[in-house]
């Protein structure tokens, strides 16, 4: 199956709110990050996804992102990746340059693989040419994707409430 990343983009409002209903509906936590923002204004939203990617209204100590939704040919948003521009200490610690999630139902497909495979490939675009990547030490599927694209293990990162952050880099 052919797969690709878009930008955030109004077109595919539809698609984009049949996907955050169904993560919203299972109950998880909803990773990356991007997914929680609330998509009731729909145009709003794209927007200031679209603005984070040049550091537009940022919160202080923010850095700018870019957002991609991984598609399939029939335009069915499967996951979202998320690519820090650079880290902060705190991100260096456990956040790393790219988050990404797959939706509910569409887990253990392989799609994980290549939406890190393809947000690797935009990373290196932005001019990121190490790439940290992190999951909970719990997140073995996390850990395996990591692995097969090409992470190395570096040291593990304990936050205060005793979570062990995995980091890896990718080259």
Known sequence: MSLFLVK????YEKEYLDF???WKQSG???????????PSDFPRMVQSLLDSE?????????????????????HRI????????????QLLNCGGHIGYGIRPTE????????????????AKQ????????VCDASNLGSKKIILKNGGVEDFDF???????????WID
């Open 8 to 11: 955030p983009t109004v077109e």
């Open 78 to 89: 499967l996951g979202v990746s998320n690519i820090r521009h650079r880290l902060t200490e």
């Open 107 to 122: 887990r253990r497909k392989g799609f994980a693989t290549k939406l890190l495979n393809l947000s690797i490939e935009k």
């Open 54 to 74: 040049k550091g537009i209204g940022l919160p202080d100590s923010w850095v700018p992102d870019s957002t991609y939704w991984l598609m399939d040919v029939n």
């Open 28 to 38: 998880e936590t909803m990773i990356p990050w991007v997914i929680e923002k609330d």
């Open 158 to 168: 304990v936050e205060e409430d005793g979570n062990v952050v995995k980091r890896y």
């Open 20 to 22: 955050y209903h169904e």
């Open 126 to 133: 932005l001019g990121i040419d190490r790439i940290l990547v």
